[in-house]
């Protein structure tokens, strides 16, 4: 995933080399474990090569297993806010710190982090959600199956005015941004 503003450029991809028991991570600037996981948990690593134009550092993040590197992260001025699974970090690029972490409380993993005018909606496994900028969870909706499509289509896409989804089963949602149903179809 690539996100760039006026400030800075950011990649994020999976480290699928990172070793927990390992003390050389010389590839990495900084590696922080913000829920401290140990070799024993299941955890994946995100990469994270940040280019502030002036300078440039990369960061391991190390998170759940069920972490992805597509649709993880919404660059905001100097403040990246990434998701891994459950676990929101907001950074600071410039001043290389967390600034805060939040539990999401979201229903399933989540597969990826939108900005929207009033917080963030997150496209979940089994929930899509609309947090608050300080992640008070607003709502949240659930179908009748997994947000994922078998047949290609695009399963989560935000609209101007709602959020359109598709499940396992091919079945179609429409939901307003006050997390309200407002179209279904179910072809079976």
């Not at 896409?157 to 429409?174: A, I, K, W």
Request: net charge negative; glycine share 6%.
């Amino acid at each position: 995933m690539e996100l760039k503003n006026s400030k800075c450029r950011i990649e994020i991809n999976v480290d699928e080399t990172f070793n927990l028991g390992s003390t050389e991570h010389s590839a990495y600037d900084l590696v922080l474990n913000v829920d401290n996981y140990t070799l024993e948990d299941y955890y994946r690593v995100l990469s994270v090569s940040v280019n502030l134009f002036n300078e440039q550092y990369s960061v391991a993040l190390v998170g759940s297993g069920q972490s992805w590197s597509d649709n993880c992260a919404v660059l905001e001025g100097k403040i990246l806010t990434i998701i891994q699974d459950n676990r929101v970090i907001k950074f600071d690029l410039e001043q290389r710190i967390v600034i805060s972490t939040y539990e999401t409380n979201l229903y399933g993993c989540a597969f990826g982090l939108y900005s929207i005018p009033d917080g963030y909606v997150i496209h979940g496994e089994l929930e899509v959600a609309m947090y608050d900028k300080e992640f008070h969870k607003k709502w949240g909706f659930s179908g009748r199956d997994i947000f994922v499509s078998i047949t290609n289509k695009q399963a989560f896409q935000l609209r101007e005015d709602r959020v359109c989804l598709y499940d396992f089963e091919d079945n179609y949602y429409e939901v307003d941004y006050n997390g309200n149903l407002i179209y279904e179809r179910s072809d079976r």
